[in-house]
């Protein structure tokens, strides 16, 4: 299992997770935020994290 983790600091809720990767996060009071913690597949999680133009996103396996 690879674990999903957003930094609320460092988030400035432009919306690319969300748009790479709709199924695992959502943008919630001007934040991402992750509808899992864990996750089996991390295919666009990896894309999420890859995509965040302020690295507030890391999944580590």
Known sequence: ???IMVDQEKC???????S???DL?????????ALK???EDTGCA???EDVC???AIKVAD
């Open 37 to 39: 913690e864990e996750v």
């Open 1 to 3: 299992m690879a674990k």
């Open 53 to 55: 133009p302020v690295d």
């Open 20 to 22: 790479t990767c709709p």
């Open 46 to 48: 990896k894309d999420a």
């Open 25 to 33: 996060f959502v943008i919630e009071e001007g934040k991402a935020k």
């Open 12 to 18: 400035i809720g432009c919306g690319a997770c969300a």
